[in-house]
């Protein structure tokens, strides 16, 4: 690859990428944003029933993913191929996927909502405001949906600051709305919960210019749904799901274990170091989200030696914001966990302190995971992506949270998630050096 080259594909992955991490960041600030308020007005009871429904609003936005991700890497794979018809029967099968998707998860809401607190481990205390958190955001899920598939099949489409823009925006209308609800209008968690689900709404409002204008290069199209289709995009996005449910899972075990050793005030110390997580995650998947369609749309075209190049530059950058990142978790550990610590309770700041602090080692491998998973599903091998999401999100960090638990009691604990994040980051870059030996520089 010649310099102009790289210093071109280098921009070009850096101006998707950093539009897509902000967007990202402004999109986790959703439960962020919940995080503080309802610990301002609702206590530690408040953010122990957040924590217990949170894995429900990280299930609803990982299908949401899986489906976008997958469908616009098909998209973008087709598009630079010059497919027109394939695309537009991939964005109608991800259209048609994702409201399957949102029946199965509204009728969930509808009828099944207490039955989920309770299966979460909420407990008298905790119970009614677990329960109407978790009704408010399954109902919403059509928008949460629809939002994520239409973000990502613009991001493709070219209009990475479209996306951006509608990412922020809305996570901006839901910190206004946290606010005026909970505090003004003492609406409690459901103004919590309401504002977060009218998010969506107003970021797809801000979306609705690139189809009304025309700029858009997929439309829906007439029988159009396929078995093959299907596949296609969901073997695509799977790593997208499971690097989200990965979340939801993680938070169900660790709350379980957490109950058992220190009660409502562990799981809400957990809340804080959990949420605060979904931030940190957010901006190595929207770098991974970012560099996406420029990774499939060179390897689309036969430019292996471009797509690695990006991933490279990836690479660097995470280990770079990695660094800040702990950094500041470090030595802000305490004013991070105050922040959250309403009652001043003594046990909530030295478990929530310690716990940033052991818990947030896993930046660097968590961040190098993800982009490397992302790079394989861009460039169609989807199964090393797939061995990478389901180890990190399942396979070992389940057994590893009840052995080190039982093991070191509540340090075991926070050590189960960097633990795991290390062996499977020593496994992706095994992968990943077997592909670029396999598929050489060309």
Not at 38 to 52: P, R
Request: proline residues 3%; glycine residues 10%.
């Amino acid at each position: 690859m010649q310099r102009s080259e790289k210093i071109s594909c280098f921009l070009e992955a850096a101006k998707y990428a950093s539009f897509s991490m902000l967007g990202s960041l402004g999109l986790s600030c959703y439960i962020l944003a919940d995080t503080y308020f309802i610990s301002k007005g609702l206590g530690a009871d408040g953010l122990a029933a957040l924590n217990l429904a949170i894995p429900v609003y990280s299930f609803i936005h990982g299908c949401g993913l899986m489906i976008g991700m997958g469908g616009g890497t098909k998209y973008s794979l087709h598009k630079s191929a010059g497919s027109r018809k394939e695309t537009d029967r991939i964005f109608t099968s991800a259209v048609l996927l994702s409201l399957a998707a949102a029946v199965l998860f509204a009728g969930a809401g509808m009828f099944f909502s207490g039955s989920i607190a309770s299966l979460l481990g909420a407990d008298a205390r905790v119970y009614d405001m677990t329960e109407i958190y978790l009704r408010v955001i399954l109902l919403f899920s059509p928008l949460f949906l629809m939002n994520n598939v239409m973000l990502c099949f613009v991001r493709n489409d070219g209009a990475p600051q479209l996306s951006m823009r509608a990412m922020l925006g809305g996570s901006l209308s839901n910190i206004l709305l946290d606010y005026v609800l909970i505090f003004p209008l003492h609406m409690g968690i459901f103004g919590a919960v309401l504002a977060t689900g009218l998010a969506p709404a107003v970021s797809l409002l801000l979306l609705s210019p690139h189809f009304l204008k025309k700029k858009h290069g997929f439309h829906l199209a007439a029988k159009s749904l396929s078995g093959r289709q299907i596949c296609g995009i969901l073997s695509c996005g799977i790593p997208s799901l499971v690097t989200e449910l990965s979340s939801g899972i993680v938070i169900i075990i660790f709350n379980m274990i957490i109950l058992n050793l220190q009660g409502n005030v562990g799981v809400a110390a957990y809340g804080v170091i959990a949420n605060l997580s979904l931030v940190v995650l957010s901006i190595y998947t929207g770098m991974a989200q970012g560099i996406q369609p420029v990774l499939s749309r060179h390897y689309g075209a036969g430019r292996r030696g471009h797509a690695l190049a990006v991933l490279s530059h990836a690479a660097a950058a995470v280990l770079l914001l990695s660094a800040l990142l702990y950094a500041s978790v470090f030595f802000g550990a305490e004013q991070i966990s105050s922040i959250f610590n309403k009652d001043r309770n003594p046990m909530l700041q030295e478990t929530a302190s310690a716990g940033l602090r052991m818990y947030f080692t896993a930046c660097p491998f968590a961040g190098l995971n993800i982009v490397i998973s992302t790079f394989f599903t861009s460039c169609a091998h989807p199964l090393p992506a797939n061995m990478i999401s389901m180890l990190r999100g399942f396979v070992l960090i389940i057994p590893l949270a009840f052995l080190f638990a039982a093991a070191f009691q509540m340090t075991g604990v926070w050590c189960a998630f960097p633990c795991t994040e290390l062996l499977v980051s020593v496994l992706a870059l095994i992968l990943f050096v077997r592909f670029y030996r396999a598929s050489g520089t060309a």
